[in-house]
């Protein structure tokens, strides 16, 4: 009868292979799946808090229209809130991408021209300063598409984040109808007009930018 060698131990750190019915050796590549789907879910997360931003615009201004300024307020910052949570989680998991921050900052836009225009209509903001603001946006929106069509994108400067954080605080002040005043006029208006000055410089800033990556872009190669 033919003796049974012993079993030999595995070298340490060596790996131990699987006897049948164990079960197969888990393989990196039958992990992908399980990454790419939580990749998935996250990125549809954080677009979905960019949607939700532009679904809440109709909403605030529909109650700053109907005189519901206090529940207007609330819902406008709940919205804005979502700005500084989706470019939070796209860093925070890895998910930022070409489409979803042009997306984030459209949606800004919108949401802070369609409230404003709602506020001019019913007297409680400057229209000067609102036509300032909205017009800049609409021209920063546009340049942005440009340059997003050619692969790229601009990222928003320390002065562009200020001057949104200026913006969302004079709406909500403009939307409590706060009646403290600061000399010739109420503190809301103080508010949108340094978030108008503000515009303006971040205006000039993204269009410095966008002219040095355009010629960037149409410069020729270097012969070698």
Do not use: H, N
């Not at 005043?181 to 109420?186: A, D, K, Y």
């Amino acid at each position: 009868m033919a003796r049974r060698s012993p079993p030999v131990a595995p070298q340490r750190g060596a790996p131990i292979p699987l006897a049948a019915g164990d079960g197969a050796p888990v393989s990196p590549v039958s992990v992908l799946p399980g990454v790419a789907v939580r990749s998935r879910a996250r990125t549809a997360f954080v677009g979905s808090t960019t949607v939700l931003r532009l679904v809440l615009t109709p909403v605030v201004a529909a109650l700053a229209l109907g005189g519901q300024g206090r529940w207007a307020a609330v819902v406008f910052a709940i919205a804005a809130s979502t700005d500084y949570l989706d470019g939070y989680l796209a860093r925070r998991w890895g998910v930022t991408t070409l489409t979803g921050s042009f997306l984030d900052t459209t949606a800004d836009k919108v949401m802070v021209a369609g409230v404003l225009i709602a506020l001019t209509s019913i007297g409680q903001a400057s229209p000067w300063a609102a036509m300032i603001i909205v017009c800049r946006e609409l021209m920063v929106m546009g340049l942005r598409g440009s340059v997003a069509v050619s692969g790229k994108v601009i990222r928003s400067s320390q002065l562009g984040r200020t001057k949104a954080a200026v913006q969302f605080v004079a709406i909500i002040l403009l939307l409590l109808r706060v009646d403290q005043r600061l000399g010739p006029t109420g503190i809301g208006e103080w508010a949108l007009w340094i978030a108008a000055g503000l515009t303006v410089a971040s205006a000039a800033d993204y269009l410095s930018r966008w002219a040095a990556s355009t010629l960037r872009s149409s410069a020729p190669a270097t012969p070698e």
